[in-house]
């Protein structure tokens, strides 16, 4: 079974397990996260939405966030001794898509005990790194 969904204007079309590369998402890596604009669901027979399916969701895992490569943008003015560099570089979220849920299903207990487990310190900062009070 398969998925399209979209998330940061742009769509993808994803299946369980997979590892989808979208713009910056405001979660921590571990954090469990689900798309509820589901536009199409994949199977026999397809579902499409109009505009997104009821009741779908698709949820997945944060694994990291990167920042692709570098633009440059470079304009010159000849003969006016005038010219200017720009650098940027988007950020983007890796995700494991960790279900497709349709209907009124609710997302996988363990993929939510993992993500909320207080035994996992939050920010990843040891006992030696805190700074003393």
């Known amino acids: 079974m398969f998925a399209v969904i979209r998330t940061g204007g742009k769509q993808y079309r994803v299946a369980a397990q997979d ?5 910056r998402l405001e979660r921590e890596p571990g ?4 798309f509820e ?8 027979p397809p579902v499409i939405g109009t505009p997104t ?8 895992t ?3 966030h990167e920042r692709g490569d570098k633009v ?12 200017r560099k720009r650098g940027y ?3 983007f979220s890796l995700v494991r898509i960790t279900e497709i849920l349709t209907g009124s299903a609710q997302p996988e207990a363990s993929a939510q ?3 909320a487990d207080p035994r996992e310190p939050a920010s990843g900062v040891g006992q030696a790194d805190r700074p003393r009070t």
């Not at 590892?19 to 713009?23: L, Q």
């Not at 440059?72 to 010219?83: D, E, G, L, T």
């Open 89 to 91: 570089r988007h950020e």
């Open 62 to 64: 944060v694994l990291r």
């Open 53 to 60: 399916v009821a009741g779908a969701s698709v949820t997945g």
């Open 72 to 83: 440059i943008a470079f304009k010159k003015r000849r003969r006016k001794n005038s010219r």
């Open 37 to 44: 604009d589901v536009l199409l669901l994949g199977g026999d």
């Open 19 to 23: 590892v989808i590369r979208v713009d």
């Open 31 to 34: 954090e469990v996260i689900a």
């Open 113 to 115: 005990a993992r993500a």
